[in-house]
């Protein structure tokens, strides 16, 4: 029997979207000076509201908010205290849930299965596990008394707008710093509606400034002379480019950034938990993800197996309506970033890799791209070397566990890897000799506020998360 | 007939199951949402896949017609109502079942092997499923020596089945795991394997007699391992999770997890069986609330 799952759509009427936004400084909801643009729902290409741009005064405007906030009331505020507006904030997040939830879907693209049961979760869960160091920061192994370091600047990217602005603003405000935070451009709808949970929590003004608007903002913030922490995620490029503001201050910079992670199964592994975690390592959140596993090296004796399962598995993945419960793939968040990966899909053609997408019926209007397959990729293709940061995965083989970790290696990022296995000694092996942040064994693109995260190499420095993640919000 | 070292290099020689990865696909396909229509479809198919079961040793003759009336005729206020797929019984009240369904359709599966716990020599149950078959029985579901396979001794089990097997003669065999005893998810996969070399024509979760019986993890495993058979050698073999599966909700999970692990192809009663009993009645109490738009309360559905 054909069993059609009837349409499941998540009720759009618990977000209220205001027609226009401004930028959240000092407490409140101020007007931009730059000229305001407009955020779309990806999956219908629809406007959703008019969005703020801060210029030059308005970035000062806002870090001279932080920097009062920082020096009068949230830096020599004693950390117990800060806790219980860190636990408030969790708390609001987790009541208010389904409207996070919804909203990022809407304004991201991203399915509603995964910011309900992934993204607003571990938003929350990132808040109350720093809210729980506030108080105790003088056991984390920097001194008895760790010092904070002033005012944040931090730049967020589009994929995990809410997640990435709780990595950024948790860590910081529990080490006593204040923020002056820009969402990406496309994407600012659920730092505002933060900016209302700041608010709400009474949370003491300047401490939370929430600035948008497009990359100059963004330039103007990290290069201002008033912050003395500079934290980004996002492009490799953009991260360089930081990098070269920043160098010669006294600013403090970690960088987040891209990655072209190896996902590596051997021919022990399970192989139908390899299958899932090859579909959550590259398919989840539409490949817009910098720790994806875009890269999948299977040993050659299983390669015909596995290839053969994951086919049908991805035959399996429902791609439509970032609403819909059912939706496990959702809309590219950009007619730019749909563009960029069309043509790097197209270069993986042409270059001579064979191309593979199970059929599926993509809406008419709006960004969307069907989960693909490369095989017979090779290493000098583009699609083996760069960043793709779409629903593309490239699949190469190998022969022993020596040149799998070769070729996992030989790449310029190092962010993430995944090593499927039975055999526990081999994962131990794999993890010491891969050059990358995170080693997944068994699993993908699994996340907790207490374990550390972050690059080697061309993917960035410094890390975010657990205590590893406190020092990069203090002197030390 | 396999040599048991063959077995055992064959079976150990299975991809591993990862657990964790495995209760968290299980749980993820827990989450997908039928509603309306699809939800309407779904509960008609589950009441047609229904053994509908009682596994007592109070059982009556009285019991099982009564039983088999329901069988037939689920809801009397809705005769619309799909009728179950088979009923399930012990071995001696076979032909009561028999008789009470004859011309309906419906089938009798009789549970043999000296069920549940399948300790007793192979002769008593032999004999246990020839009384069955002659009774009239078109399904057998007979249990697995758990305590051989734990014990390694794969070459017992599979000669059981394959005996049990000769005995059924044209009845259909449903192999129980009992995966509450075999407890690992690599046991769940090299027992359907097993079962399915000896020749199964469906593998069976559990006898309900043991904790916990059918789980959503469980099933999938021996969903992927009817589908890989059917890649690997061209046969079809059905799936019947049995006992713990209650509320219309836990039923539809299972739908969705045949639908996406094994393939549309086993959404049919002649592939996939649901064993329960108290099920019937949530099923036929979410069907009246689709079609009326109110719910009924328990006493408006028969208790038999």
Redesign the interface.
């Known amino acids: 029997m054909d069993f059609e799952y009837a349409p499941a759509p998540e009720s759009r009427s618990v977000v209220d979207i205001r027609p226009s936004y401004g930028l959240f400084v000092d407490g409140a909801f101020t007007e931009g000076h730059g000229e305001p643009f407009k955020t779309l729902d990806p999956s219908s290409e629809e406007p959703l509201a008019e969005i703020a741009c801060a210029d030059a005064a308005d970035v000062d405007r806002a870090v001279a908010a932080a920097r009062r906030a920082y020096e009068k009331v949230w830096g020599p505020m004693p950390g117990r205290e800060r806790a219980k507006y860190l636990y408030r904030i969790a708390r609001i997040i987790q009541e208010r849930s389904r409207e996070l939830a919804v909203l990022e879907s809407i304004d991201n693209g991203k399915p509603i299965r995964e910011s309900r049961d992934v993204d607003v979760p571990l938003v929350a869960a990132h808040f109350f596990y720093y809210a729980g160091w506030a108080d105790k920061l003088g056991h984390a192994g920097f001194g008895a008394d760790p010092r904070p370091l002033g005012v944040a600047g931090q730049v967020i990217p589009w994929n995990f707008p809410l997640l990435m602005l709780a990595w950024k603003i948790a860590p910081a405000l529990a080490t006593g710093n204040t923020v002056v935070l820009k969402p990406a451009e496309t994407t600012p709808l659920t730092a505002l509606l933060f900016a209302e949970i700041c608010q709400q929590a009474e949370l003491p003004d300047g401490v939370v400034n929430i600035i948008t608007g497009a990359g100059e903002t963004g330039r103007m913030l990290v290069g201002h002379d008033g912050i003395d922490k500079v934290a980004f995620t996002g492009s490799t490029e953009v991260g360089k480019q930081i990098a070269r503001t920043v160098a010669g201050t006294s600013k403090k910079l970690t960088l987040e950034l891209g990655g072209k992670a190896a996902n590596i199964v051997f021919d022990d592994a399970p192989l139908d938990q390899a299958v899932e975690g090859i579909v959550n390592a590259i398919f989840f959140n539409q490949g817009h993800v910098c720790c994806a596993g875009s890269r999948l090296l299977v040993q050659e004796s299983v390669a015909d197996e596995l290839l053969d399962r994951l086919k049908t598995r991805m035959g399996t993945l429902r791609v439509g309506d970032p609403l819909d419960k059912n939706t496990d793939v959702g809309a590219i968040n950009s007619a730019e970033q749909l563009a960029k990966i069309r043509d790097l899909a197209d270069s993986g053609e042409s270059e001579g890799a064979e191309r593979w997408s199970p059929p599926c019926d993509l809406p008419q209007r709006g960004f969307w791209f069907a989960p693909t397959l490369f095989t017979g990729v090779a290493q000098s293709h583009r699609i083996a070397r760069e960043e793709i940061f779409g629903p593309v995965l490239s699949v190469l083989t190998f022969r022993t566990p020596d040149e799998a970790i070769e070729k996992a290696n030989n790449t310029p990022y190092g962010l993430s890897a995944g090593v499927w296995t039975e055999k526990g000694s081999r994962i131990l092996w794999a993890a010491e000799k891969l050059r990358a942040g995170v080693v997944w064994a068994n699993t993908f693109n699994k996340f907790d506020p207490a374990s550390p995260f972050g690059g080697y190499k061309e993917s960035g420095h410094g890390r975010e998360g657990g205590r590893h993640g406190l020092s990069a919000y203090l002197n030390v | 007939m396999p040599t048991g070292a063959e077995l055992r290099g064959f079976l150990h020689g299975l ?4 657990q ?3 209760d ?2 299980a749980a993820r396909l827990g ?9 309407a ?2 509960i008609d ?1 589950a009441i047609s896949m229904l053994d509908l079961t009682t596994l007592e040793g109070a059982d009556t003759a009285g019991k099982v017609r009564a039983l088999c009336a329901k069988a037939v005729r689920p809801d009397p206020a809705q005769p619309d109502a799909p009728k179950v797929g088979a009923v399930c019984v012990y071995s001696d009240l076979v032909g009561v079942a028999v008789d009470a369904l004859r011309g309906s359709g419906i089938g009798v599966a009789s549970v043999a092997t000296a069920f549940p716990a399948g300790r007793a020599p192979l002769e008593a149950k032999l004999a246990d499923t020839r009384a069955a078959v002659a009774a009239g029985a078109a399904e057998i579901d007979m249990v697995i020596d758990r305590g051989a396979f734990l014990a390694g001794d794969y070459l017992k089990v599979h000669e059981e089945i394959v005996e049990t097997k000769r005995a059924c003669g044209d009845a259909h065999l449903k192999v129980i795991l009992e995966t509450g005893e075999l407890r690992t998810y690599d046991n769940v996969r090299r027992a359907s394997w097993l079962a399915m070399r000896a020749g199964a024509d469906f593998i069976k979760t559990s006898t309900g007699k043991i904790s916990p019986a059918a789980t959503p993890p469980v099933t999938m495993i021996m969903l ?1 391992a009817v589908r890989d058979f059917r890649d690997a050698t061209g046969r079809t073999v059905g799936v019947k999770p049995a006992g713990g599966i209650r509320t219309t909700k836990d039923a539809i999970k299972y ?2 997890m045949v ?2 692990v094994a393939g ?1 192809d086993w ?2 009663p002649d592939l996939f069986r649901i064993g329960a009993s108290s099920l019937l009645n949530d099923l036929l109490m979410q069907r009246r609330k689709l079609a009326t738009g109110v719910y009924s309360g328990p006493d408006h559905f028969t208790l038999d």
């Open positions: 991809p591993g199951v990862d964790v990865g495995a968290e696909r989450t997908r949402s039928i509603k309306t229509t699809a939800k479809r779904a198919l992927e739908l969705v639908n996406e549309p959404l049919t």
